[in-house]
Antibody, heavy 119, light 106 residues
Framework: EVQLVQSGAEVKQPGESLRISCKGS????????INWVRQVPGKGLQWMGRIDPLDSDVNYSPSFQGHVTISVDKSISTAYLQWSGLEASDSAIYYC????????????WGQGTLVTVSS | EIVMTQSPTTLSVSPGERATLSCRARQSINSNLAWYQQRPGQPPRLLIYGASTRAAGIPARFSGSGSGTDFSLTITSLQSEDSAIYYCQQYNNWHSFGQGTKLEIK
């Protein structure tokens, strides 16, 4: 069974750094890109970027370029999303997802990680 | 970044009726469009890909159509469980989502 399991909820202060994770299982991790999607509570979905676990090639949405870093450790089948200086506006639910629906007809999503940034 | 625009923002329909949701891309995305359903507290669930192909396990009440820039999702014989937010997503050029349509069952 394919699973994307994300790390738990985080509460941080503005300016702090943070790294959240997404561990894939039930498939060959290096075969499929991992995407990160943001959802501010009560708002829509925003695609942030994606990483190829095979070679760590990363594409960022222009809206998030320079504000977050996407990385991967293929040896433990885990992708990461990190911030070096959180802002209150980063408070949201972050999903990792496999979005290759056009080729596989299946979409897989993690359960989401709630990040709260507040002083 | 391809901008996706959904309409209407909110749709209220009676049980047993039909709902039609629209999605427009600012530039052609061929048929590289998916529809998702999201219920409160859950991640999105894939309904349709390739603009018109139902994902596994999705009832035939859900159908998608369109190509190029204009797409629609039609849900017939509406049930209370269909109450959710529906998103379109293009995957022709990286990814982007529409802002969502909230479907309410009266």
């Amino acid at each position: 069974e394919v699973q994307l399991v994300q790390s738990g909820a985080e509460v941080k202060q503005p300016g702090e750094s943070l790294r959240i994770s997404c561990k894939g299982s039930g498939y060959t991790f290096t075969y499929y890109w991992i995407n990160w999607v943001r959802q501010v509570p009560g708002k829509g979905l925003q695609w942030m970027g994606r990483i190829d676990p095979l070679d760590s090639d990363v594409n960022y949405s222009p809206s998030f370029q320079g504000h977050v870093t996407i990385s991967v450790d293929k040896s433990i089948s885990t992708a990461y999303l990190q911030w070096s200086g959180l802002e209150a506006s980063d408070s949201a639910i972050y999903y990792c997802a496999r979005l290759e629906v056009g080729t596989t007809g299946v979409g897989y999503w993690g359960q989401g990680t709630l990040v709260t940034v507040s002083s | 970044e391809i901008v996706m625009t959904q309409s209407p923002t909110t749709l209220s329909v009676s049980p047993g009726e039909r709902a039609t949701l629209s999605c427009r891309a600012r530039q052609s995305i061929n048929s590289n469009l998916a529809w998702y359903q999201q219920r409160p507290g859950q991640p999105p669930r894939l309904l349709i890909y390739g603009a018109s192909t139902r994902a596994a396990g999705i009832p035939a009440r859900f159908s998608g159509s369109g190509s190029g820039t204009d797409f629609s999702l039609t849900i017939t014989s509406l049930q209370s469980e269909d109450s959710a937010i529906y998103y379109c997503q293009q995957y022709n050029n990286w990814h982007s989502f529409g802002q969502g349509t909230k479907l309410e069952i009266k």
